[in-house]
């Protein structure tokens, strides 16, 4: 299951693997993206496009089981957006979040970009507490009608 470049890490006795393998079974990752707001009822068609195009897709396993993700579109000079930072609720509270994002910034096709942004509505304090600072004021968004592609946008 995990491949290519991976690092097993021990939060709070339990031990998870974080992987940048793009063979993840699409069930499982609708599994993981079903548990949130956002992402939720997203097919296998669209889940398929995002483990192909997504410049990073780093995935936290516990052995076979897909426990968390996150996934990053740059050009790797100046901008990087972080997307779908999810983590399956029973691991929550374990440090994996935490472990996820910062490898995003220390991801070393990351080394050269100016600025790494995300979107979130309800996990500003999570953010802030990881370092990560408010900018409000300075984005726009173009949302499509439909209401999941205006939720992506907004929280994920
Ligand atoms: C948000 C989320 C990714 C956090 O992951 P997590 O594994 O539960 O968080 P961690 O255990 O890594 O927490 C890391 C640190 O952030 C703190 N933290 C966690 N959630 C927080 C919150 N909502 N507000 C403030 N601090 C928070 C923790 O106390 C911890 O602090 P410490 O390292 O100093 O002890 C996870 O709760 C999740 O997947 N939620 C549902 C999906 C979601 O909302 N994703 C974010 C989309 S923008």
Redesign the pocket.
């Known amino acids: 299951m995990v491949a290519e470049a991976e690092v097993e890490v021990v939060l709070d006795a339990q031990s998870v693997t974080v992987s940048e393998t793009r063979e993840i079974s699409l069930h499982q990752l609708r599994r993981l993206h079903d548990t949130?707001t956002w992402a939720r009822g997203r097919t296998q068609a669209q889940l398929l496009a995002l483990l192909r195009h997504s410049d990073i897709f780093l995935t936290a396993w516990d052995g076979d089981t897909l426990v968390g993700c996150v996934r990053v579109l740059t050009d790797f000079v100046v901008r990087a957006l972080v997307c779908d930072?999810?983590?399956d609720p029973a691991?929550?509270?374990?440090?994996?979040?935490?472990?996820l994002v910062e490898a995003v910034e220390a991801h070393p096709a990351l080394r050269d970009v100016e600025q790494i942004a995300?979107f979130?509505t309800?996990?500003r304090?999570?953010y802030a507490?990881?370092g990560w600072d408010d900018h409000p004021g300075h984005g726009m968004v173009y949302s499509r009608q439909s209401s999941v592609a205006s939720r992506q946008i907004s929280?994920?």
Do not use: A, N
């Open positions: 949130t930072v999810i983590v691991y929550q509270g374990l440090g994996l979040g935490r472990l995300l979130t309800r996990k304090d999570f507490h990881l929280e994920g």
